[in-house]
């Protein structure tokens, strides 16, 4: 029985030193990619950085260019609008197409810029919560907030105060 109970004492211990290795393994693991991922991450942001200054030098040459022929705030105006036409046309690149030309609406089932479906896209149900035809705490002005002016849980006892009613000031007693 003695060398049972060694047995499984070793036995645990070797599952624990296992365990141990296989997290010690993973972590550097994930360390490692993350490392990656994180320098990865820094030379795009570099990227877009400088893409960003080399655009704007471009466009500052394009405007200078232009007032050379042109009076200074047209040659603004023609590169402002050069700069929007190429934004327009990359938002456009970026947008999916289907396989004939058209264009891909954003989101199935979802209309941009119109009217709420009468129905939503599953078919079931009302398409959005009903309105009561009351505000909630009645017509008697309440603010609608819970336990504003409306009686404790279960109805019974003093109703709560409304909020119109607390001091704040006050000592607040918490017995």
């Known amino acids: 029985m003695d060398r049972l109970e060694h047995l499984e004492h070793l036995d645990k211990h070797l599952v624990d030193e296992l365990a141990q290795v296989a997290r010690e393994t993973v972590r550097d693991e994930l360390r490692e990619q993350t490392r990656k991922q994180r320098r990865r991450a820094t030379l795009y942001a570099a990227s877009g950085a400088v893409a960003l200054y080399a655009g704007a030098a471009l466009a500052l040459a394009v405007g200078l260019l232009l007032a050379l022929a042109l009076p200074d705030w047209a040659a603004a105006l023609i590169t402002a609008a050069l700069l929007a036409a190429v934004a327009y046309a990359l ?26 479906p009468a129905a939503p896209p599953s078919g079931l149900g009302m398409p959005y919560p009903p309105m009561p035809p009351v505000a909630p705490g009645g017509a008697s002005g309440a603010t609608g907030a819970p336990g504003a002016g409306s009686p404790a849980p279960g109805g019974t006892g003093p109703a709560a105060p409304r909020q119109d009613e607390i001091d704040p000031e006050a000592p607040h007693d918490r017995s």
């Open 91 to 116: 938002r456009g690149a970026a947008r999916p197409h289907r396989p004939d030309g058209t264009h891909q609406p954003s989101a199935p089932g979802r209309t941009v810029g119109g009217t709420a």
